[in-house]
């Protein structure tokens, strides 16, 4: 199986796993990447009686046209009962790195404010270390190289997403070489630095749900068992 084939079994087990779970009143968040693409392909395929669903990036939105699914804002809700995302890497503590569509900052605000995350990712994904995947950083304009300057100072090296502008208007550094070994410290640590928007590291709101597309198999870590 290929990489793409994975992420498509991966995304089916979601929709499979959540389908029973939803009734009128539900309310799905949803992620963004190609993962995800292949859950919203799922939403597209099945009428889902829904109350609406929230998505972490304009482009999600716009793949989300066809399911006939009410798109909503977070401010409109309470809160998401189940929130569907992919990831750049995941460890066996469930801690994530996000951020390569850099869609960082709303996806982590919909997990946050989500009852359950079910990651879906295959196997590629998984690192014992996170840091294998260059962190994302979103930023304002106007702190870049300061921010900049104090990851190399932690030993990392940014490399600034040139010609990208995220949907909150910011841009992103992807920080390659930084040993997280604490992913919680260093999630607090990146975020006070003046100008961060926020960074792809998801220790402190975790997923609840791992699928892992495997060749043979989708794997179902639950973090609570
Ligand atoms: C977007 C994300 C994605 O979930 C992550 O980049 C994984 O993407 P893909 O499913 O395309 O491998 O965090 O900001």
Do not use: W
């Not at 498509?8 to 995800?36: C, D, H, M, R, Y």
């Not at 972490?56 to 046209?65: I, M, T, V």
């Not at 208007?169 to 070489?177: K, L, R």
């Amino acid at each position: 199986m290929n990489q793409d084939e994975k992420k498509q079994k991966a995304a089916e087990s979601a929709f499979s796993l959540v389908l029973p779970t939803l009734n009128k009143e539900s309310v799905l968040g949803i992620g963004t990447g190609s993962t995800t693409n292949f859950f919203i392909k799922e939403l597209n395929k099945t009428k889902v009686d829904i109350k609406g669903a929230i998505c972490s990036s304009e482009a999600s939105k716009d793949h989300l046209q066809e399911s006939g699914i009410k798109v909503m804002e977070l401010n409109e809700v309470h809160g998401i009962d189940v929130y569907i995302d992919g990831a750049d890497e995941f460890n066996s503590r469930f801690e994530l790195i996000k951020g390569g569509g850099g869609a960082l900052t709303r996806e982590k605000v919909l997990a946050n404010s989500s009852k359950e995350f079910i990651c879906i990712v295959d196997d590629t994904k998984y690192s014992g270390l996170l840091g294998n995947f260059p962190l994302p950083i979103e930023v304002l304009e106007v702190a870049r190289s300061a921010i900049s300057r104090e990851i190399m100072r932690m030993g990392g090296k940014p490399v600034y997403r040139q010609g990208f502008i995220t949907d909150n208007g910011h841009q992103i550094i992807d920080v390659h070489n930084l040993k997280i070994d604490i992913p919680f410290e260093m999630e607090a640590t990146i975020n006070n630095i003046p100008g961060v928007v926020e960074n792809g590291i998801f220790a402190k709101r975790t997923a609840d749900i791992i699928l892992q597309a495997t060749d043979s198999e989708i794997k179902t870590l639950n973090k609570n068992q």
